[in-house]
């Protein structure tokens, strides 16, 4: 499976960016797709997730801000970020995990930056 993943960039606080994700090659056997983020100095930590059947995931942080989506047909999953926060500045990783839990796949990082 590979990931490709686009959208990050620069953008002032509360404004919004939509990140996108497109999977390719062996997508019979995903069930989830997602996103983390990383800062420098910090781990990599799970932003929100959508299942095949889209069920939905988020960290605290985001909720009520960030929405995660998915387009099966398409094989894309999105993530539209609202009222952006310079804390949501990181590396945003696309993650697509297997049925069985014992896959994992990584897109490239797309870096979101929020600043006046």
């Known amino acids: 499976v590979q990931l490709q993943a686009s959208g990050g960039g620069l953008v002032q606080p509360g404004g919004s960016l939509r990140l996108s994700c497109a999977a390719s090659?062996?997508?019979?056997?995903?069930?989830?797709m997602g996103w983390y983020r990383q800062a420098p100095g910090k781990q990599r930590d799970l932003v929100a997730a959508v299942t095949r059947s889209g069920s939905t995931t988020y960290t605290d942080s985001v909720k009520g801000r960030f929405t995660i989506s998915r387009d099966n047909a398409k094989n894309t999953v999105y993530l539209q970020m609202n009222s952006l926060k310079p804390e949501d500045t990181a590396v945003y990783y696309c993650?697509?995990?297997?049925?069985?839990?014992?896959?994992?796949?990584w897109g490239q990082g797309t870096q979101v930056t929020v600043s006046s």
């Open positions: 993650n697509a995990a297997s049925f069985s839990g014992s896959d994992n796949y």
């Open positions: 090659g062996r997508i019979f056997t995903i069930n989830a």
